[in-house]
């Protein structure tokens, strides 16, 4: 089974609104990262995130991270159509630093 | 810098048959690793090199075999292709501790 999971799968905002996307995993971790896919494309980096953070910023994203509840929330603020992508999140965990695993993804559509 | 790259692009297979999927990076990474993509599954993971000389298997790395050839190339073989491996497939290269680096994918079909 799949480490982490997106909530929810599917999202429609119009632009300008804000989206947020939540990824809840299973087992300890080591970091947590971020990931965008635009349609037909390969996975683009966008925030990672280590266990002992708790909030990270780049632009107009805002990740967090809660280990005790082993949940890691993703937040674009006024979003564009061009933000219109597949978001996943991965975790690397304690110990198996290597071993990057994917969540199933939240699709998310921007309406201008 | 080409970053990573993957071939071929495009494949079409009858099963049976069995192929390679390339994949290299030039960015000096320790780690690389094979993924399947499939509608609503997210991506799987399939196996993983966590250095030159070793391999892992992954969560599904049933009916494929890896082979890390140096430090810059990771290979995926399919020995006797299925219907079920159908699917896009993703290489990503990463340096200890940091965020992966993916190829375009290539698309397989098998028929």
């Known amino acids: 089974s799949q480490q982490g999971e997106e909530d929810p799968q599917a999202l429609s905002i119009q632009e300008g609104e804000n989206a947020t996307m939540n990824c809840s995993y299973k087992t300890s971790i080591n970091n947590l990262q971020w990931y965008r896919q635009n349609s037909g494309r390969g996975l683009v980096h966008l925030i990672l995130i280590r266990s002992n953070e708790r909030e990270k910023h780049s632009g107009r994203l805002r990740v967090t991270l809660d280990t005790s509840k082993k949940s890691s929330s993703l937040l674009i603020t006024a979003s564009r159509a061009a933000d219109t992508a597949s978001y996943f999140c991965?975790?690397?965990?304690?110990?198996?630093?290597?071993?990057?695993?994917f969540g199933i993804g939240t699709k998310l559509q921007v309406i201008p | 810098n080409a970053g990573v790259t993957q071939t071929p692009k495009f494949q079409v297979l009858k099963t049976g048959q069995s192929m390679t999927l390339q994949c290299a990076q030039d960015?000096?990474?320790?780690?690389m690793y094979w993924y399947r993509q499939d509608p609503g599954m997210g991506l799987r993971l399939i196996y993983y090199?966590?250095?030159?000389?070793?391999?892992d298997k992954g969560e599904v790395p049933n009916g494929y075999n890896v082979s890390r050839l140096n430090k810059r190339e990771f290979s995926l073989r399919l020995e006797s292709a299925a219907p079920s491996q159908t699917s896009v497939y993703f290489c990503?290269?990463?340096?200890?501790?940091?965020?992966?680096?993916f190829g375009p994918g290539t698309r397989l079909t098998v028929t």
């Open positions: 991965a975790t690397v965990p304690t110990g198996g630093y290597q071993k990057v695993t």
């Open positions: 090199s966590a250095s030159e000389g070793t391999t």
């Open positions: 960015m000096n990474h320790n780690s």
């Open positions: 990503a290269s990463r340096q200890q501790g940091n965020e992966q680096y």
